[in-house]
T-cell receptor, first 112, second 112 residues
Framework: ETGVTQTPRHLVMGMTNKKSLKCEQH?????MYWYKQSAKKPLELMFV???????ENNSVPSRFSPECPNSSHLFLHLHTLQPEDSALYLC???????????FGSGTRLTVV | GQNIDQPTEMTATEGAIVQINCTYQ??????LFWYQQHAGEAPTFLSY????GLEEKGRFSSFLSRSKGYSYLLLKELQMKDSASYLC?????????????FGKGTKLSVIP
């Protein structure tokens, strides 16, 4: 496989559930990102990992918990979400900041 | 803070030329990206400008004026497959890290 792979593509979860989103990149990049894309809103940066270390947390609620076990894998653990958290969650990676970010296809999350 | 503005929607005719503008206000500017996003798909990298001037890549060109906080994406010889959202994104540096912040995107519809 090449590029950035996200699983699952679609997820429906209840507000009391716990689930995880997975992202894997096969590009040898050293930075990985989680973005949230809601309807009629710009892509919102959630978390940044550089060489497995979290460097940014853009005031994201604690019900979203990222994990980066190595520079190729990134997880987003979800628990007790709200309906307004329903969105497309995109993972991206980059090698240095001035190369184009490569995005995964995203996970379409619906919280019911 | 920062602000990125681009038109919400545009319509153009197949074979024509269209220019999508983006204005921004930010500190720590480190470049401007354009991405294309088809409905339900991941954003894909189109261009990166860090110096003033025009960058040409096939049918697509991107222009940057740092003093004016202005960029545009020029699409020539429009094709139906160019119907997509075009995202303007500003890379800024601060506190030892870099962040890519997106505008809301411009939805381009190409009509026969």
């Amino acid at each position: 496989e090449t590029g950035v792979t996200q699983t699952p593509r679609h997820l429906v979860m209840g507000m009391t559930n716990k689930k995880s989103l997975k992202c894997e990149q096969h590009l040898g990049h050293n930075a990985m990102y989680w973005y949230k894309q809601s309807a009629k809103k710009p892509l919102e940066l959630m978390f940044v990992y550089n060489f497995k270390e979290q460097t940014e947390n853009n005031s994201v609620p604690s019900r979203f918990s990222p994990e980066c076990p190595n520079s190729s894998h990134l997880f987003l653990h979800l628990h007790t979400l709200q309906p307004e958290d329903s969105a497309l969650y995109l993972c991206a990676s980059s090698q240095d900041y001035n190369y184009g970010y490569t995005f995964g296809s995203g996970t379409r999350l619906t919280v019911v | 803070g920062q602000n990125i503005d681009q038109p919400t929607e545009m319509t153009a005719t197949e074979g024509a030329i269209v220019q999508i503008n983006c204005t921004y206000q930010t500190s720590g500017f480190n470049g401007l990206f354009w991405y294309q996003q088809h409905a339900g798909e991941a954003p894909t990298f189109l261009s990166y400008n860090v110096l003033d001037g025009l960058e040409e890549k096939g049918r697509f060109s991107s222009f940057l004026s740092r003093s004016k906080g202005y960029s545009y994406l020029l699409l020539k010889e429009l094709q139906m497959k160019d119907s997509a959202s075009y995202l303007c994104a500003v890379l800024r540096s601060g506190a030892g890290s870099y962040q890519l912040t997106f505008g809301k995107g411009t939805k381009l519809s190409v009509i026969p």
